[in-house]
């Protein structure tokens, strides 16, 4: 379960588009960064992604990738020529997918290796699905299947993206625009796959052409109702509505946070079965099952785009830095995989986010603060010196970076793990105690 969303320069606060995502897969599924540089190929050398190899192309851009680290692909990620992108598993009718081909991972990154501009990335896309079709487990230790929407955008012009196996329909955004789990394109869209409309009637979807609905006529209805997709997806729209004029970096940090409560109410991430908020707390139960495991905020100046990471899981729990694509990744440690190690900024995050959800409501405001502050000055300087010499910004990066690993950490030590009261309700402490098992984690952590 994700909710990505997009704000052209038309609404937000200085006139550059504001992109963010928060990418949610199984708690244990580690997240990390890595950029992948430019790269000339040989003729008829093949790619090989999750599952398939693909043909390669003679020239491939430099990308920055935030990605479980058991695939191919990523969740979103953007392209030295400021192309964006962030894809949504959504669930439909159209079988097939566990027919093993390119999984909406797959298709992002191709997409931002080989698109110089938004409409283009988009264009790989559909040629790829066309070609090869969707599909392949993209679960992690939970097999899970789907189609794949996608948001993608450039200082200048972005897109909705939404399939249904080889099916399509696609729309340019001009103002705002947000997806979560399930299909929004009715039949406004301005692009489509010729066989879209006659597919539905054939397989009596729909009637006809007249009154056609993309999503009304492919969408599932189980995994699309019980997903809760309607709900956040009404959420951030309603939120970025409320804003125009006034969307920004923090907005969208601000949104990615989001527990859909009011000011004077009180978030319990244990309460309840069922979870329908931006930022995503796993449980007990498979409507549950979901973790906010990375966070991603994107400025794009067209000249000096500008990405902000958290790197970590829970973005209410953690601290976005910034990155820029030519200055790299900061070292983050070893990449990770499903099993806790320190020497990981993803898991050595872990431990303080699983400690603050043994008592959220009282442990979460002993650093919110802080946290608020310290990524305020991030935010602040980068955009600050989004245009100056690399050095500069490679240092920024680093240093923010560093003096967020060294404040998460104080925080934890603050919290005196092992006398930390447990306010946890039943079930919920059982699927946590399930998953830092599966994960080796200690179990004071």
């Known amino acids: 379960m994700c909710d990505t969303f997009v704000a052209t320069g038309a609404v937000t606060a200085d006139g550059v ?14 997240h990390y960064l890595v950029k992948v540089p430019a790269a000339d190929h040989a003729p008829g050398s093949r790619v090989k992604c999750t599952y398939i190899e693909i043909p390669q192309v003679a020239h491939t851009y430099a990308v920055l990738l935030a990605k479980p680290f058991w695939i191919w692909g990523a969740e979103m990620g953007a392209n030295e020529h400021g192309v964006v992108i962030g894809n949504e598993a959504v669930f439909t009718k159209v079988p097939g997918a566990k027919d093993t081909s390119l999984i909406g991972m797959d298709f992002l990154r191709l997409a931002l290796e080989r698109g110089q501009t938004a409409r283009e990335a988009l264009d790989v896309i559909v040629g790829l699905l066309e070609a090869y079709g969707q599909g392949g487990n993209c679960g992690f230790q939970h097999a899970l299947y789907y189609d794949n929407s996608f948001i993608i955008a450039d200082a200048s012009d972005a897109w909705v993206l939404e399939t249904a196996g080889k099916h399509w329909a696609a729309k340019q ?20 796959s010729p066989d879209l409309i006659d597919y ?18 492919y969408s599932d209805f189980l995994f699309t109702t019980f997903g809760a997709c309607r709900v956040r997806r009404a959420r951030t729209y309603e939120m970025l509505q409320s ?3 006034a969307v920004d970096v923090n907005a969208a940090m601000r949104l990615l946070r989001d527990h859909h409560v009011g000011e004077d109410e009180v978030f319990r991430p244990d309460a309840g079965l069922t979870g329908p908020t931006v930022c995503m707390h796993a449980g007990a139960g498979p409507v549950r099952a979901s973790q906010s495991v990375g966070s991603m905020v994107s400025h794009l100046h067209p000249v000096h785009p500008t990405h902000f990471f958290t790197g970590t899981s829970a973005p209410c729990t953690s601290v976005f830095k910034p990155v820029w694509l030519d200055a790299g990744v900061p070292d983050t440690g070893p990449e990770p995989d499903g099993t806790y190690d ?10 303080l986010h699983r400690a603050t959800l043994r008592d959220y409501p009282a442990v979460i405001q002993l ?23 690399l050095p500069t910004r490679q240092s920024l990066s680093v240093c923010s970076f560093t003096e967020a690993d060294v404040a998460e950490a104080r925080w934890l030590a603050a919290l ?3 006398d930390l009261p447990d306010t946890r309700k039943l079930l919920y402490k059982l699927a946590w105690n399930k998953f830092n098992r599966e994960a080796g984690m200690l179990r004071g952590r």
Do not use: M
Not at 20 to 29: I, L, Q, V
Not at 342 to 351: I, P, V
């Open 17 to 30: 588009t504001v992109f963010g995502k928060n990418s949610d897969r199984e708690p244990n599924e580690a």
């Open 173 to 192: 955004i001009k103002d705002v625009y947000s997806i979560s789990n399930g299909l929004t394109l009715g039949n406004d869209f301005d692009l489509h």
């Open 200 to 217: 539905a009637v054939e397989k009596g979807w729909c009637k006809g052409r007249e009154g056609f609905d993309f999503a009304g006529c």
């Open 243 to 245: 804003q125009r004029g």
């Open 342 to 351: 320190e020497a990981t900024l993803y898991w050595r995050h872990e431990a």
């Open 367 to 389: 650093y919110a603060q802080e946290r608020d502050e310290l990524e305020a000055s991030f935010v602040g300087q980068a955009l600050d010196c989004a245009g100056d010499d």
């Open 416 to 418: 005196d793990v092992e």
